[in-house]
T-cell receptor, first 116, second 110 residues
Framework: EAGVTQFPSHSVIEKGQTVTLRCDPISGHDNLYWYRRVMGKEIKFLLHFVKESKQDESGMPNNRFLAERTGGTYSTLKVQPAELEDSGVYFC??????????????FGNGTRLTVT | GQQLNQSPQSMFIQEGEDVSMNCTSSSIFNTWLWYKQDPGEGPVLLIALYKAGELTSNGRLTAQFGITRKDSFLNISASIPSDVGIYFCAAINQGGKLIFGQGTELSVKP
């Protein structure tokens, strides 16, 4: 079974540019999550999809961030325009159910975003 | 908001030594989890704890759910080079959301 796949693994962009991150969850996983870790800090929740619907986007920092999951398969996270404080590692995770007790989260390897 | 305070931030140890790290909060949680992130990879679940006072082992790893439900501990015995990585504590809040600590970066010298 293929794991959660994220692309690209690294991205270096200039302030003001646009970047789109992609996540392919494990096949059959309805739940898809985006998290971010700024260096040295905690892994912070950004948002949660159930199939193609945004279930919870309370962690999205501001309206420069736009996440989509058209068709309920892969997801994209776009940052436009990027700011210096957007630098960090963006993780995607997926799970079959919404209950973390019996449906563990599977994380991708992350996209390391550097905004210069 | 709810916060998990994890310590230490980093550890440099000799192969064979035992390791202890902990996670505390001012909030009560009903589930604590410990993840490990290997270099260049995503976090992987090591141990899940569901009951206050519970002590659970996974090989050389042992984790405990504090009886106050506000803390958790992870111990690694007889460390080996492949234990290198970042260890994160996490807890599930009442809204069902997973929140993480800041991580403990472990370096093991052969």
């Amino acid at each position: 079974e293929a794991g959660v796949t994220q692309f690209p693994s690294h991205s270096v962009i200039e302030k003001g540019q646009t970047v789109t991150l992609r996540c392919d969850p494990i096949s059959g996983h309805d739940n898809l999550y985006w998290y971010r870790r700024v260096m040295g800090k905690e892994i912070k929740f950004l948002l949660h999809f159930v199939k193609e619907s945004k279930q919870d986007e309370s962690g999205m920092p501001n309206n420069r961030f736009l996440a989509e999951r058209t068709g309920g398969t892969y997801s994209t996270l776009k940052v436009q325009p990027a700011e210096l404080e957007d630098s960090g590692v963006y993780f995607c995770a997926s799970s079959q159910g919404r209950n973390f007790y019996n449906s563990p989260l599977h994380f991708g390897n992350g996209t390391r975003l550097t905004v210069t | 908001g709810q916060q998990l305070n994890q310590s230490p931030q980093s550890m440099f140890i000799q192969e064979g030594e035992d390791v202890s790290m902990n996670c505390t909060s001012s909030s009560i949680f009903n589930t604590w989890l410990w993840y490990k992130q290997d270099p260049g990879e995503g976090p992987v679940l090591l141990i899940a704890l569901y009951k206050a006072g519970e002590l659970t082992s996974n090989g050389r790893l042992t984790a405990q759910f504090g009886i106050t439900r506000k803390d958790s501990f992870l111990n690694i015995s007889a460390s080996i080079p492949s234990d290198v990585g970042i260890y994160f504590c996490a807890a599930i809040n009442q809204g069902g959301k997973l929140i993480f600590g800041q991580g403990t970066e472990l370096s093991v010298k052969p």
